[in-house]
Every structure is written in C-alpha cells, then in structure tokens.
C-alpha cells in the first residue's frame, strides 16, 4: 500500500468541492436502516446487479455502493465462515513468521506512523473456501501442538468444524510420518495406544478431581446468589486455607511427629487438664507438643530405658537413623516461609497483571454496560436486584459526570478538604489511642501476672485473656466507627470512601499487632521466667482463638440479631449486608498471627485450618439466613488483586520480619526448647555446617559457599542492585507502550476519516457513471 | 460432554435420540432452551440462544448447545468470548453495534427503570468513549478494544460443569 499512487490516484476526485462528513455519515446511517432488508438477504459474496440504476436522489446510495460496503472486512468479520478462515490464517501466519512489532526504525517521522506493512499480507485472498482451509491446516501444522490448541480454542468455529480442522491436521501427520519411515511398526502402533489410553484416564482423572474440588457445590450456590463480589471473599478464604494447609503438614511430617514418637525423657507433665486450657493454652497444654519449650535440643534417637545396660544402648545406637531436631525445625520453618512468600508473590502478580492494563483510562461507563451483568446469578429476586444494582451506578456516574463538568465553588473545595482533614485526624487518633491503651495495658498485665505468685491460679491463668480480650474488642469495634465515619465523607465516590475505610482499619490492625510484637519481642524477654519462647506461643495461642471467638459473635450480632431487629421493630424489608472489606481485614489479621505464631507454636498451623473451615461454614450460614447481596459497586478482581496484596505486603512481610529478628538476634532462653545452649537460633545453622566441615572434608566447598554468600553482605547489596535494575527496565517498557498506544490511536482516528472519506467518493463515481448513461437515455 | 448431553436430552425426551451415531438433524427449538434454570432469568436469553444458532433464529442442535456452553466456561479464551458477547450485542445482526442497539441493551439491563433522556446520555457517552475510528458505532475493533480494559469480563461465564 503506497500513499503517494493512492493520492494520485484519487488526484482529479481531490479538485471537487467535499460534502460535509456529518451529513454523509447520517445519510449511511439512514441509508442502513432503509435497505438493511435487501443487503442482508442478498450476502456478502453474491455478485453484484446486472444493469444500470438510476441514482435520482442525492441521498440514496446507489445498490452497487451498497453492495461494496456490505463486502467490507468489517463487516463480514465473524459472520462468515471463510472469512474466519483466511482471517485465521492470516494470525497463523504471523505467529510463524513471528512478526509481531515493527521495529522503530521502519517507523517513518510523519504525523500518520504508517505500520501497515505488519498487517498487510497480499498473498492469499483466493475465494475458494476449500483453499484457505487447507492453508490453514498447513499452517497449523507447522505450530506446536501447544500452539495449535490455543489457536484452535481461540476460533469462533462451531466445535464440529474446530473438531474436523484438528483431525485434518493430525491426519496429515500421521501420513508424513508414513511417508517418512514408510510403514509403521507393531511396537510404534502399541507405543501410541498406550499413549492414548494412558491420556485418556489421566482426562479422566483430572475430571474427577474437578469434582472434588473442595467446597465446590457451596461455592456455586453462593456465586448464584449472592455475585462474584461476595464470592471473592469466600475465594480468598479458601486460598488462605491452602496456604496454612500446607505450612501444617510441613511441621507435622517433620517436627512434630518426630518429637511425638520419641518424647524427650526428662519431661513430666504434672497439670491436670481443666476446661480452661482450650481457650488459654497455658497450664496443661505447656509441656506438650504444642509449644516451642518441649522439643529437645539434640538428636533424637530411640531412647535408651533408665534400667538397660550401658552396653546395649551404645550397640542400639548404630542401628537407629538420628534426626537432628533442632535442625530440622529451623529449616522446615525456613523452607515453609520461603515457599509461602514465592507462592504469595507469584499470586500477586498473575491477579496484578489480570486486573490492570497499561492505559486504562477513562471508559468506565462503556465498561459498566458491558461487563457488569453477571452472568452467574441464576436466581430470580437475585436478578432483580443486579439489575437495580446497575440502574443505580450508571444513574451514580452520571450524575458524576455532571458533578465533573460544573466544577465546585473554590469555597466548597475547602469545606470538603477541611472535613477530610478532620476525619483523617480523627481516625489517626483514635489508632495511636487504642495503641498506648494496648501498650499500658500489657505492661500492666505482665506486672500483674509476675507479681501475684501465691494467688489462685485459675485466677491467674484466666487474666492472661484480659490482652486479647482487649484487642479482639478493639479490632471488633472500630471498624464500625470508622464505617460510620462515612458520614462526614458523604460527597466523595463510593470507590474512595472504600478506599479511605479499608486505609482505617488496616492501619489500626497494623500498629497494634505492631506494638504487640514490641511487647512479646522486647519487654517479655525482659522478664524472669523459665522459657519466654512457650509464653509468647501461648499468647499467640490466646490471640488467635480469642479472634476466632469474636468473629463468631461478630457474625451472631452483626448479622443475625441486626436482621431479627430490622424485621421486627423497624419493619424494614432491607437485610444487612455482607461487609466484604472489613471480613477480608479480618481473615488477614488472623493469618498474620498464625504466621508469626508458627516458629512459637508448630500446631498453631492446624488450629487456624479447623478455623478457617468453622468460619466458612458459619459465614455461609449465615450469609443465605441473614443477608442480601451487595449495593455497593465492587469490582471484584480489582479488589482482590488489592487483598492479595495486602496479604503479602502488610502482612507476610511483616510476620516474615518479626520471624528473622527472633532467629537472627534474639536470644534463646537456657532452659528449654530445641536451641538451648546457643546464643542465637541461627547459630545452629553455623553449628552444624562447621560440624560437617571437620566431620567430612570433602564438605569443604559447602562450607566454602555458606561462608562466601550466605553471611557476605557484598552478596544482598549486588542481588538488591540487579533487582532495582530490572525493576527500572520494565517502568521503561510500559512507558514506550503507552506511548505507542497513543500513536496508535491517532491512526485509527485518521483511518476512520479516510473511510467516510472514500465511501463519499465512491458514491460520487458511482453517481457519475450511472447519471450519464441515464441523461442520455433520457435525451434519447 | 456427557453431561451435557443429559441436559439436552432432559430438555426435550421425545426429540433428541440417545445415539448420535448416524448423526441425526435434530434441532431444538428456542422456547425449550430459555426455560433452562441457568437461563430462565437471564435478559439476554434470546440474544445468547440466537447468536449460537446456526440459522440465527435461535434452533440449536446438540453440536450448538455445546457450542455455548464451552465458550461460556470458565475455560474459554478472552478473544473467543469477546466475539461471541459482541453477537449477543449486536441486536440487528449488522456487526455493527449502533445506538439502537445499544439502547435496547441499556434497556434489558436495567429493566426500563432509566428515563429514556438518562438511557440517550448513556448510549451517546458510551459510543462517545469507545468509538475510536469516529464512525458513529462500535465496530467489533473498539468493542474488543474496551474490553480488554476491563478485567471483570470473566462474568460472562455461566456454572461450571
């Protein structure tokens, strides 16, 4: 396609006068709406009308015009089959020859960047069907045959043509692997059955496991109910399920079960057990399993009885396969953590890159009217409500738009920055005071608890719940405070107000795990006591089933006794709703404790999985009884992209942080627990590599690695800089994308202008042949 | 596949043969398959039965019935399901969607509760947004090209079986 033969050409058509485009461009559409009949019954690819027409009236086009704007690509895309074909084939093509950018130098520096060479291939417009299908069977044969599927599955064909493409190709195949080898041996034929069959039931299996999928059927029902906003929710619990699922069975298979088999001999469990023990771990749970305190710090082998001879203990040991427990519970722990955090990062940046798109700017009403029905939703009354969900956000955003276009006095702006400045004010109060009320309160229980020996201990023991009672009440209640702060915001969009509440809430949940870290990490050390690692499990222990307790009630008064009000007293139809933000908060802050919990308390893991599984029952119960489905507008994978993230940022690395500063600089307590006579966790790390150096001297290179990389700081500084690097290259990527899609878009403007442009002179040539035959007939 | 076969079969037991073998010409007619649970309320239903049709008057053979429920998986590919939501838009069938129908959409969808000047501010805004070449109607380019800014497009996906 070359411009300087197409203006030639168009060269004498360029001296006349042009009609106005605003005038062709309703004609074509009037033009559309009279003959629409005619054009579609005759087709796209049936010849044109014999004959002269006589155009009359200036504002009809003429059948032939018609006919040729009936063929245009763009209209015929998607309609007919050979279209789709050759359209296919065309992708196939590229996707071979792998020409997928022109390079910036071919780019020509005019105000219309041409880069039509990518998609112009003139070679195959043949109109035989039969010839583009089997160019295209050529074409995807050459592809991998990972490729081909996703073509294939990328066709709008029916199943059945796909089908017969897939079977053509494979046929071809099979008969130039013939060819080739020229017959085909008995052991290749059984070779393939297998191959088949073996497919077959691994399809079979898949299908099955599908089905099995946990809590699948629920998980239909409510996204039929309720929408895939809510759905989100129960999705992100299931994900924090896997993720503790697997940090168990990790400490089972590898810490606790060892330690379970073989107890350590010296340890006499003299509590009884009282019903009090489940809620604060303390008492006869401490010397159990459960806790950091009672696993040994040497290498477990079977134990030799008090009464046996020393002779057949030392001739048992040369049979027995030793386990070094300390070791082991650093590096489960370390491995568990590392494989989370990829796991977490790698999640992140799949829903990252799903939610957002380079240059997504404006569009959002377009968007709203098309994508915000949901399909999934099944039931009628439920059906009803999204559709006055969606009345009320379009009615929402033009009213928006209409707020956008009359700009507020400069005296309103001020209003509305100095009410935003007093709310933020208020929130950040209300944070730092229920921190210095946590903060008080511990040291003033920690007191309590040293002090009072002699006192009753059931007494004792049940104080210890006085933390966590505070914190669960505090992180219950606040943020309904800050929901309510709402009301000063009311002018701004819904959007930034969820913003603004979420901000809230996770920055309150933040400074007081905070400032609970502080307390366990620095001042609990600080105390007298025989093993300051079970005490702080313990406290976790509390923390996470006082958590558990108050969702529960959360969930009771929140939901249930709010409907039974709502229904009785204020006679109102209206349901609560299911607050989707301040749930996920919630789910996140209990992960959070569970993860730093976990070097503390090994079990803790498995607690917070019968957690997890009470709470989603319970939250469904609860969710079909009590609640209707979300007002609000809520898109989903934006938010949960935001969730994710919040889970990794916030969260994991905060518990992440909180884990390497016990192990890297904190001091184990002397007398129990696996690493006691070191003077900090890590150490045994070190222990053991300089163990294996002198035991073994062909270990010297490990030792040599561990030495040179692990504890060089040159090392962390170098990975840091290729980070920041690469970090830096792809901003830079994005940029020249954004770019390219401006350019981009200019052209299609443009090219729309040489449409009209073209299909007004058409009309005019038209016009001109037929109008000068017609005169003369008439004459004549 | 069986599965759904069970389904078609439900739907019209006199009809639709258990053998598929000689490769019979069965077609269902509309009325059977929008009484379906996952479609019963839907307001595109006949748009959806139709653009999956082979004669566009919404007949579907058990080879279409198929058909749709394998692009409205959870599987299908971006591309395939933004063709196919454009047929269900495209009320008159001229692969253009103009403004009549984007008024029938905002119609179905919102369940005639929009006054006809908010329902004509909404269409002129939206061809207004995403109308690039300026012709006055969404092409299947633009409408792709919305789209794919938009990640909640996975709603167009019914139950997975």
Known sequence: ?780 | ICRLHGRYHELAPNIVPMDYTNEPDVKLPIQLIINMPELKENPFKQRIVEAFSEDSQGNLSFNDFVDMFSVLSETAPRELKAIYAFKIYDFNTDNYICKSDLEKTLTKLTREELTPEEVTLVCEKVIEEADLDGDGKLAFADFENMISRAPDFLRYTLVRY
């Open chain 1, 1 to 780: 396609y070359d411009e300087s033969s197409a203006r030639n050409s168009f060269h004498h058509l360029l001296q006349e006068p042009d009609r106005s485009t605003r005038e062709s461009y309703e004609s074509i559409e009037m033009q559309d709406e009279l003959d629409r009949g005619r054009v579609e019954v005759r087709g796209p690819d049936s010849p044109p009308p014999e004959g002269p027409y006589l155009c009359e009236y200036d504002d009809v086009f003429c059948p032939h015009t018609l006919n040729v704007l009936s063929a245009m690509p763009s209209r015929t895309i998607g309609r007919s089959r050979g279209a789709i074909i050759s359209q296919y084939y065309n992708r196939t093509l590229k996707l071979r020859r792998k020409k997928s950018r022109p390079t910036l130098q071919n780019m020509p520096r005019s105000s219309r960047p041409s880069i039509r060479e990518c998609d112009w291939e003139p070679g195959v417009m043949k109109d035989e069907e039969e010839e583009r299908r089997r160019l295209l069977t050529k074409e995807l044969q050459v592809l991998s045959s990972n490729q081909r599927v996703r073509m294939l599955q990328m066709m709008p064909l029916s199943l059945r043509e796909k089908r017969d493409l897939h079977v053509c190709c494979n046929e071809r195949e099979c008969r130039n692997r013939l060819h080739e080898k020229g017959e085909i041996h008995c052991c290749s034929q059984i070779k393939y059955s297998l191959i088949k069959g073996f497919r077959h039931s691994w399809f079979e299996f898949l299908s099955f496991l599908h089905m099995l999928q946990l809590w699948h059927y629920p998980l239909k029902q409510i996204g039929g109910r309720f929408g895939t906003s809510v759905l989100s929710y129960f999705i992100f619990l299931k994900t924090l399920l896997l993720f503790s699922v697997f940090l168990f069975i990790g400490n089972l298979f590898f810490i606790v079960v060892p330690q379970a088999v073989y107890p350590p001999v010296d340890h006499h469990n003299n509590q009884t057990f009282t019903g009090l023990e489940l809620f604060t771990g303390a008492g006869y749970f401490t010397d159990t399993v459960l806790y950091y305190g009672y696993y040994s710090n040497s290498t477990l082998t079977e134990q030799c009885s008090v009464n046996a001879n020393s002779t057949q203990c030392a001739k048992d040991l040369s049979h027995t396969l030793p386990y070094n427990l300390p070791l082991a519970y650093i590096f489960t722990i370390g491995v568990a953590f590392f494989i989370t955090c990829i796991a977490l990062v790698y999640s992140m940046s799949k829903s990252f890159g799903d939610s957002y798109r380079v240059n997504s700017a404006s569009g959002d009403l377009a968007v709203k009217v098309f994508c915000s029905w949901d399909f999934k939703v099944i039931q009628k009354r439920s059906i009803k409500v999204q559709s006055d969900n969606i009345c009320t956000q379009l009615k929402e955003l033009l009213a928006d738009l209409q707020r956008k276009s009359s700009p507020m006095s400069l005296r309103k702006r001020f209003g509305k920055i100095v009410i935003e400045f007093f709310a933020w004010m208020l929130a950040l109060g209300s944070v730092l005071g229920c921190t210095f009320a946590v903060y008080r309160c511990s040291i003033l229980l920690l007191e309590n608890y040293n002090d009072k020996l002699s006192q009753n201990t059931m007494l004792k023991e049940a104080s210890l719940l006085a933390l966590p009672l505070m914190v669960s009440s505090i992180n219950l209640l606040m943020p309904y405070v800050y929901n309510a702060m709402r009301i000063l915001e009311r002018d701004e969009s819904p959007e930034i107000q969820l913003y603004a509440a979420i901000c809230r809430n996770l920055l309150l949940k933040m400074t007081v795990l905070g400032m609970l870290c502080y307390h366990w990490l620095v001042q609990v050390t600080r105390q007298p006591q025989k093993c300051w690692e079970t005490f702080v499990g313990q406290e976790l222990y509390r923390f996470v089933i006082m958590d558990f307790i108050f969702i529960i009630l959360d969930t009771i008064f929140g939901e249930l006794v709010w409907r039974i009000i709502s229904e009785t007293w204020l006679k109102s139809k209206r349901k609560p709703e299911f607050d989707i933000a301040r749930n996920v908060l919630e789910l996140i802050y209990g992960q959070t404790l569970a993860w730093l919990g976990v070097l503390f308390c090994p079990l803790l893991a498995g607690i917070q999985i019968i957690k997890l599984i009470l709470i989603f029952y319970i939250k469904k119960t609860s969710l079909v009884m009590n609640c209707q489905s979300p007002r609000k507008p809520w898109r989903a994978s934006h938010m949960t992209t935001l969730f994710i993230t919040l889970l990794c940022f916030p969260s994991f690395l905060g518990a992440a942080v909180s884990i390497s500063y016990t192990i890297w600089w904190m001091k184990p307590s002397e007398e129990c627990g696996p690493f006691r006579t070191l003077t900090t966790i890590y150490e045994s790390g070190k222990v053991w590599v300089r163990r294996l150096e002198k035991s073994n001297p062909r270990f010297y290179w490990f030792s040599w690695i561990h030495r040179h990389l692990v504890e060089n700081p040159l090392v962390i500084f170098t990975a840091a800089g290729i980070l920041l690097i690469v970090i830096y290259f792809h901003a830079e990527v994005v940029d020249g994308q954004r770019k390219i899609i401006r350019l981009l878009r200019e052209q299609i403007a443009n090219e729309g202008e040489d449409k009209k442009f073209l299909i007004n002179k058409l009309q005019d040539s038209y016009k001109k042949i037929n109008s000068s035959p017609g005169k003369r007939a008439s004459r004549e």
